[in-house]
Structures are given as structure tokens and as C-alpha cells.
């Protein structure tokens, strides 16, 4: 066991001073990861159900096919590494605006970091995802049309609760429509949130897709010894 707390990393960014810690949580004895932006925390270790649980329950949607999937947000790395548990996962794009965040991982600055970043299928992008999106460019910087089995995405806190303004757009019917073109027929669009279900955004969700639903994912939340809640909205393209 490391020390109580160790800052290993920090950087100044467009959005802020990104930092990477690790502590010891005294509720379980257990060794954290925590990313802060500035004062606010960003994410952490001891929660990651709902993370994986966007990737599980995205591509439990699709059918039994290979799968080209991009995930949008890096973090901690518990999105892609669930997404490549898929046998069906061929290629997996991960698409993160902070080069510090990229560069954890490359360093093994988390401790399964090695399990994202040598597999074959895994290629790291250094770019905004809603940039990426809004100017048309694409998520594959070798083939700007290219359309994909599934998007995941975990970056902002909530649909209403962004990390930056520019980020807004996403989750209007405009944004989540130009969303959409990048996925093929049956694709599937998976958004991890903070926040509870939200009837307005699936409002939107449904104007822009075939179909859209809320799924709400508890877990034990240890600091508080009760259960807390994330949100995963999952819309599909019609075949």
C-alpha cells in the first residue's frame, strides 16, 4: 500500500488545472484513483459501476456482429476496457481532449492502464469529441466518414450540467442529429449522467432516434453506507 495521498501528476488545460491523484479511502482501506479539475471532482476509482455498466448495456443492444465503437471521454479508462471485454469489439476508437489524461495511461500512471493501451484494437485519439462532431470531421483521423457499430460517451457530469459551454450543443436535437450520421443502420448511442433520468433530454433523445430509454444503475456507495445512482440513456438508429 502507497502512501495516504500522493499527487501523481498535474497540468494546466483549456478547461482548467487537471490533476491525477491517489490516496488510501479510510472507509474501505482501499487504494483510490481520483482526477479533480481544479477544486471539483471529476472522477474516481471507488465508483465505477455505472461506466461500465454504459458500455455493457450499449452493446447488449446490438446484435451478434462485429462491432466498431468509439468512446468518448478517456477518464480512468473503465468505459473502453468494458467495451473491450465484448469479444465482439474489432476496433475500438477512444477519443479524449486532454493530452495529460492520454498520457497517464501511456505512462501505466493507473494500475490497468496496460490492458487499454497494448490491445490491438484500441487506438487513443488526442481531440475535442464535440468539435470532432460539430465541424464534421469524425472520430477516425483516417477516414472522416467513417460510421460505427455504437458511441459511447462519458464526459460531462449531465445533459444540463456541461464541463464547458461548447459542450452544449450535444444535447440539442441538432447535435445529437449530427450524432447520428456517424452511426450505422441498428447502431447505438449510450450517455453516462450523474444526474437521475431526465424526461426533457429523452424528449430530445426521441425526436433524434428510433428509440430512447433511461436506465438507472445503483450501487453500494461505501463513503455514505448506502446506494447511490448514475443514469445510462440509450437510443438506437433505426435498422
Given at each position: 500500500?502507497?502512501?495516504?495521498l500522493a499527487e501523481l501528476d498535474?497540468?494546466?488545460t483549456r478547461i482548467g488545472e487537471i490533476s491525477l491523484r491517489r490516496r488510501v479511502e479510510p472507509t474501505?482501506?482501499?487504494e483510490v484513483y481520483e482526477v479533480k479539475l481544479g477544486d471539483e471532482y471529476l472522477m474516481s476509482s471507488l465508483f465505477t459501476v455505472a461506466e461500465e455498466e454504459l458500455a455493457?448495456?450499449?452493446l447488449a443492444a446490438l446484435p451478434?456482429?462485429?462491432l466498431d465503437v468509439v468512446v468518448g471521454g478517456l477518464g480512468l479508462g473503465y468505459t473502453a476496457r468494458a467495451a473491450l471485454t465484448d469479444d465482439r469489439v474489432r476496433s475500438l476508437i477512444v477519443v479524449e481532449a486532454l493530452a495529460p489524461v492520454i498520457d497517464w495511461h501511456r505512462r501505466e500512471l493507473l494500475p490497468q492502464s496496460r490492458e487499454l493501451t497494448t490491445d490491438p484494437r484500441t487506438t487513443l485519439v488526442e481531440g475535442d469529441f464535440f468539435a470532432l462532431l460539430r465541424d464534421g470531421t469524425g472520430f477516425d483521423p483516417a477516414a472522416p466518414d467513417r460510421r460505427f457499430e455504437a458511441i459511447l460517451v462519458d464526459i460531462d457530469h449531465s445533459p444540463v450540467n456541461v464541463l464547458d459551454p461548447t459542450h452544449a450543443?450535444?444535447?440539442t436535437t441538432s447535435g445529437l442529429r449530427r450524432l447520428g450520421r456517424f452511426l450505422k443502420p441498428g447502431g447505438a448511442f449510450g450517455l453516462w449522467s450523474d444526474d437521475a433520468p431526465d424526461e426533457a433530454f429523452l424528449a430530445v433523445l426521441r425526436e433524434c432516434f428510433a428509440t430512447a430509454t433511461a436506465h438507472v444503475v445503483t450501487f453500494a456507495n461505501p463513503l455514505t453506507g448506502g446506494t447511490s445512482a448514475n443514469t445510462v440513456y440509450l437510443a438506437t438508429v433505426a435498422c
Open positions: 500500500m502507497h502512501s495516504r498535474w497540468a494546466a474501505t482501506r482501499t455493457r448495456i450499449t451478434d456482429a462485429p450543443d450535444l444535447y
